[in-house]
């Protein structure tokens, strides 16, 4: 086989494009299995270590991993270290602790607190055979108890995020407890780190008294500058590039100072991003601008650093490994079992509390920072340092599935809405329960149209009711960003619309916001949580004309639990002429029924269009005429409703399309209608042949399909008649 020889910048490249390569494609299986991407990227670091590559293909890992490669990779790995720990101290917000401050600290320190001891402990049993004797018994044990006691606060952050748990209350302890656990975390691995490169106890003072004068140096006087500088860059365009170069040259003189302090250059870096404000757009520009380098480019070359140094080889006896299972188990015991405790004894239930415990165990990224530090320190030994990664991936990759377990999304709809929702009173009947309309918006567009809708369908209003909005947005790349415009989306954004028109309707909102990585599924959850009696969504044009009533819309309709009505807004601004058309079937059984409690509105009036075939009109027996007569009949039963408010309509004609159009154009606000094949509609799909109600009208049309599974749907309290029967 040919011997390739590259230049040292055309080696680093190949490495750059490798690693990148294979952190992507097994992203892609880290996906598919529910994992964070850190996953993949710790994985990609050892496979093209020894302990794959360079055991399956010894010639390939030399070739492409070179020693004398090595001071070059890692150096670059360590400015992009640098920059994505001033990008996690740009993630803590202060007001993740509102509320929470006391609990908080509480699990928090007590998540240090015993981890740290059973490291300390473990020390005892490891130190002989696994501790270097030029290191010192104190350092070993320091290090080791840290190592024990990290959480990964940006892994952490990033599942809360993909499991929609930051809005909960679950979520917002956890993260609320893991900021804390970082900040205090990270200034006792400053201490270890000064013990560790202290050559006595005299050192090791200076050190500490020279970080703490660092840090009241950045509080004191970097922050109020930076508060400054944050004024002004009010929006995207202040943030010019002397501005960057400003904080950049900042973080690099941090950095740099903690490194000749003797606490190393991330702590400067993490600080640093600790103390910038995060009012206004600074922190948020900054994070925009550094990430897609900082995180996509160079954070995957510290993880192929990691790998490199990652000998699973060195594990090869049957008692290595059982070390390790006890390593693992200790670090979980203490991590788990402290933060679960502490949790439940400041009041969270016992699944709630568990939920907690297994988040704070997540270690990742931050467990491999520190395991490299202490490495690079020589205070922990190749082999323990191979030990403590796998610890590190066993207790990250175990977080998802098993808060699934414990956790489930049912749980999790029911924790993160619980503060509003009333629990169904036993042993009293569903149509007792208070009428609950829910709202689910995407675009300000529609809000105006649901509220007028939802404004009719509570009627006369003296029964029990709620009217719910709820928006649900997409997970960004920073979730503390994601937290904090979920507050402002609340009063702000697409329900803005929504609430002014519900004030105009004297109308009670109660607005919902969370991120949603599923949206149709959490508006589901959502809906059974809420017990909503009928989910109101809209249909975002022209994507009704291309087939189908738009994917969330379609996904909401074929599973959901709840009676759904979709509206295609046209500009409705009032109610008072109401169109139901009829073509039999529980759809449009069920568009009867919410037309009905419309036309329980004061000043609304409702007529009844049932179409049949030439000749079918007059049948004997139970003709299509009769059963509309019927259907008619029950609604005419309601004594709120009589023959001036509502008109039934039988027409014989073969084309029912063509008689709804024409009907529709004489003045009415509202078209309802089933979803069913015979209006062109199917399970939220648009047949492209039989369109023409939904493509050719100019009403507004209220779209509604009964709960998956029922055969008809009812949102009344008044009393029902038989079901009724249809030949066909």
Known sequence: MPHFEFSALTLLLVQMAVVLLVSRLLGVVAKWLGQPLVIAEVVAGIVLGPSLLGWVWPGGMAMLFPGSSMPVLKMLSQVGLVLFMFLVGLELDPKLLKGRTHASVAISHTSIIVPFLLGGGAAFWLADRYSSPDVSFLSFALFLGVAMSVTAFPVLARILSERQLLTSRVGAITIACAAVDDVTAWCILAFVVAVARATGLGAALWTTVMALAFIALMLFVVRPFLARLGRRVADRSGMTPTVTAVVLLLLLVSSATTELIGIHALFGAFLFGAVLPKEGRLAEALAERLETVAVGLLLPLFFAYSGLRTQLGLVNAPTDWLVTGAIIGLATLGKFGGSAVAARLTGLRWREASAVGILMNTRGLMELIVLNIGLDLGVISPTVFTMLVLMALVTTFATTPVLSLV???????????????????????????????????????VGPGLATVSAALLGRR??????????????????????????????????GPLLERSKELSLEVRPLAFISADPAKDICDTADVKQASVVLLGAHKPLWLEGRLGGTVTEVVTTSQRPVAVLVDRGLTQLKRVLVAYAGGPEDRAALELARRIGRSPGVSLTMLHVVPPGQGQQPGRGRAQVAQVVADEVLANPELDAR?????????????????????????????????????????????????LAETTVSILVVHPPLGAPSFVVDAAPRQAALTESH
């Not at 999304?409 to 208070?434: F, K, M, T, W, Y």
């Not at 009711?465 to 947005?473: D, G, K």
Request: charged share 30%; hydrophobic share 40%.
């Open 645 to 693: 408010t509502l008109q039934l309509k039988v027409v014989e004609h073969e084309s029912p399309a063509e008689v709804v159009l024409a009907e529709a154009r004489e003045g009415y606000d509202l078209l309802v209608l089933g979803m069913n094949p015979g209006w062109g509609l199917d399970e939220g799909l648009i047949s492209i042949r039989r369109r023409r109600v």
């Open 407 to 445: 956790y489930p999304d049912s749980e999790l709809a029911r924790d993160r809405l619980v503060g509003d929702s009333p629990a169904p009173v036993p042993n009293v009947p569903a149509l007792a329960q208070p009428f609950t309309v829910m709202m689910c918006v995407s675009d300000a567009a």
């Open 462 to 495: 003296e029964e029990p009711s709620r009217l719910l909005a709820l928006h649900l947005w997409r997970p960004g790349d920073r979730p503390s960003v994601d937290l904090r415009r979920g507050e402002e989306r609340l009063e702000e954004g697409p329900l």
